[in-house]
């Protein structure tokens, strides 16, 4: 019977160092946690997100679709139209429940280079700046901005800083 006793009180005094243990454990495992995410950018939680379906607002503009692409500053959704978005305009992105993106999966380049792409196919597009939109053709993008052919003739130059979007037009 005092066996007994004993044989509990040391199984109480186990039980009692394994819960504490684990306790610290859990609050170490927490501290990586918000370590990670401390560390983590807009731009690679976007990246974390490519191939799967994303909401996000820039602007004044709801955008859905399958997030495509992420560079420096930027990221192109794939929807009913394929849409650039400036970070920089990002008001909110809804995504799935990845955290972060493997090293590499963001884009070291510019805004610019999707929208050299597009300019290249000679692309009809609307681009959002503020709470104006402008349409015409892609015609050029420089380094700190881009130009638009107006349907009624002459261009229009646009700072790549005030873009909030540039959707492709079908």
Known sequence: MEDER??????????????????????EF????????????LESRAAAAIGTPVELWAGEERITGEMHEVGSGWCLVAGADEVVINLAALQSLRLGDRVR???GAVSVLSIGSPLRRWSAERR???VAVGRRTVDGRLDAVARDHLQLRRAGGGWELIPLSAVSTVRALR
């Open 124 to 126: 009809e597009c609307r």
């Open 30 to 41: 927490g501290d990586l946690v918000a370590g990670e995410i401390a560390e983590a950018t």
């Open 101 to 103: 993106a493997a090293a």
């Open 6 to 27: 004993f044989d509990r009180l040391f199984a109480d005094i186990d039980a009692a160092h394994a819960g504490e243990q684990m306790h610290e454990r859990a609050g």
